[in-house]
């Protein structure tokens, strides 16, 4: 079959090389001699995933199950990214395979927060567990568009989500943002439409567990681009940077998680130097949220 990789684009385009890796993923895996890593634990016949954050683990009975996607929902500054790259750092750390694409801030402005919290970028990247990639959304867009002209007419119409670096199988992705790629897309919400629905299923062929984030109003009515996406998602939380009078308070809430029990309420959350996000889970918070 044709490349359909452009020649001067990056290996993070490679189409074939991605429909390989979907079938290596969709082969019965051999049962791992050693268990699992720190960071995962069976239960039931259920693998669950633990994010390591402080308070936000114990917002779920037993976790949340692997191979989720989970959307990471929040008004501007309200910690999606720190989030993210925190549960990225303590996956990495205990042996998983992480990646982080990035759609909006470069890689050393990224690695530059994981160093201010102390989450050592530079050697969860050495170990090979931490890949943080950027790339350009409207680079994104425009091959999806090429792909979905190319398959017009054609019952089945398949594009390639082109997100994978070669050679690089995670257990978790980060997507920041789904709202940058959305708004590539802009006048052409269709094909949008089309290349969300594919990356859900993609993700859930590589079974890895995927944190997708995306930019809401402060106090969001919706969490997503489109609306689509959170029914589209197996979970989703929602990170609130409440006005209370003069002062501005964080807060976190599971809105849902498939599969998965959890706690139903809206807690403080707090960024902290040299710690990053801890959540509270005792302390509700009621006011502010209109
Ligand atoms: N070292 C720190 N200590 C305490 N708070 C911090 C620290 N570093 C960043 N913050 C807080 O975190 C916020 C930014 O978090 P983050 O970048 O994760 O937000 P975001 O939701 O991804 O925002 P955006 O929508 O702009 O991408 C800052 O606005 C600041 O309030
Ligand atoms: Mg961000």
């Known amino acids: 079959m044709a490349k359909r990789t452009k020649k001067g684009e990056k290996g993070v385009f490679d189409v074939d090389k991605i429909k390989k890796e979907v079938k290596e993923a969709e082969k019965p895996k051999a049962k791992p001699k050693t268990g699992k890593t720190a960071s ?52 990495a750390k205990s042996g998983e395979k992480c990646l982080y694409l990035s759609f909006e801030e470069s890689e050393d402005r990224l690695k530059g927060h994981m160093e201010n919290f102390g989450w050592d970028p530079k050697s969860l990247e050495k170990s090979g567990n931490l890949m943080i990639k950027r790339m350009s959304p409207h680079d994104l867009a425009r091959s999806v568009e090429a792909l979905l002209a190319k398959e017009k007419g054609e019952l089945m119409i398949e594009i390639e989500p082109v997100i994978l670096p070669e050679g690089f199988k995670p257990d978790r992705i980060v997507i920041d943002s789904v709202s940058a790629i959305a708004s590539s897309f802009v006048g052409r919400e269709e094909n949008y439409r089309s290349y969300i629905g594919q990356l859900f299923r ?89």
């Open 40 to 91: 995962e634990k069976k239960v039931r016949g259920k693998d669950y995933i633990k994010t390591g954050i402080e308070g936000f683990d114990q917002l779920f009975e037993q976790g949340i199950p692997k191979g989720s996607a989970i959307l990471i929902a929040g008004g501007a500054g309200s910690g999606k990214t720190i989030m993210c790259l925190q549960i990225l750092a303590n996956a």
């Open 202 to 290: 993609y993700f859930e062929k590589l079974e890895a567990t995927s944190f997708l984030v995306t930019e809401t109003e402060q106090v969001p009515k919706i969490f997503s681009p489109t609306g689509v996406e959170e029914f589209l998602a197996d979970g989703v939380v929602v990170l609130y940077n409440i006005r209370k009078g003069d002062i501005r308070e964080n807060a976190i809430e599971v809105l849902k998680l498939r599969g998965a029990k959890h706690l139903k309420k809206i807690v403080a959350m707090q960024i902290v130097d040299d710690k990053g996000i801890v959540v509270y889970p005792e302390q509700e918070v009621f006011g502010g949220l209109e």
